[in-house]
């Protein structure tokens, strides 16, 4: 099928996917994804939302991608004043991917002190009990070849969702998984989500075992 306009967003917007910012559609999503401005354009989107009906915000993004969903939300919201109010929260994933680290795996003592506590102190400060973030650590982990310790991060935050109300926008890119066990690393990484949203150039969504 030939591939869509990127512009009409509409087109590759999942219904599932555009809920999480209500807490009683609370999921832990995966998006496997080709173009990084279709995921640009749902974060944006979605957190836009969650502020505005009072949730906190958490995002644990690359440097690139938190400046382009700053420029994109920032006319439309006072972040800074969120940003103080500590609902809107920015974080580097590489750098709080190295905060987690030892020996080489993420351990869930230090993603609870670093990831954890960030996200309860965000819900403190909502209206609503509730956080909706965003998460790139388990790509980096990926990108380096490591997409079992992305499976482990993935368990912690859903153990960390069995404490704290929290919606989960985790996004994975294509190139960061391609070998040849592909296949075989997407199944055991969906199957840590209750949706998985396939690339763009599929256009549905579905249902993760």
């Known amino acids: ?15 599932e996917l555009m809920q999480l910012y209500r807490p009683e559609a609370a999921s ?16 944006v989107d979605l957190a836009r939302k969650a502020l ?18 700053f420029q994109r939300i920032g006319p439309k919201l006072d972040l800074e004043s969120l940003r103080a109010k500590r609902r809107y929260i920015a974080a580097d994933a590489a750098q709080a991917l190295s905060r987690l680290m ?7 003592t230090k993603f609870n002190e670093v990831i954890g506590a960030t996200i309860i102190q965000a819900a403190k400060r909502s209206t609503n009990d509730f956080v909706l973030a965003f998460g790139e650590m388990v790509a980096l982990l990926c990108a380096e070849d490591k997409p079992d310790a992305a ?12 404490r704290q109300p929290l919606s989960l926008y985790c996004v994975y890119s294509l190139d960061c998984l391609d070998t040849e066990r592909t296949f075989d690393h997407i199944v055991r990484l969906s199957a840590e989500h209750n949706l998985v949203v396939p690339s763009e150039l599929v256009g549905l969504s579905v249902k993760s075992p």
């Open 151 to 162: 499976w482990l991060l993935e368990r912690f935050w859903n153990r960390l969702a069995c």
């Open 1 to 15: 099928m030939p591939y869509p306009d990127w512009r009409n967003i509409a087109q590759l917007r999942f219904p």
């Open 102 to 108: 030892l020996h080489g795996c993420p351990d869930e």
């Open 28 to 43: 832990h999503v995966a998006h496997f994804y080709q173009d990084d401005r279709v995921v640009i354009e749902n974060i």
């Open 52 to 69: 505005d009906c009072g949730s906190s915000v958490v995002l644990v993004a690359t440097k690139d991608h938190l400046r382009e969903i």
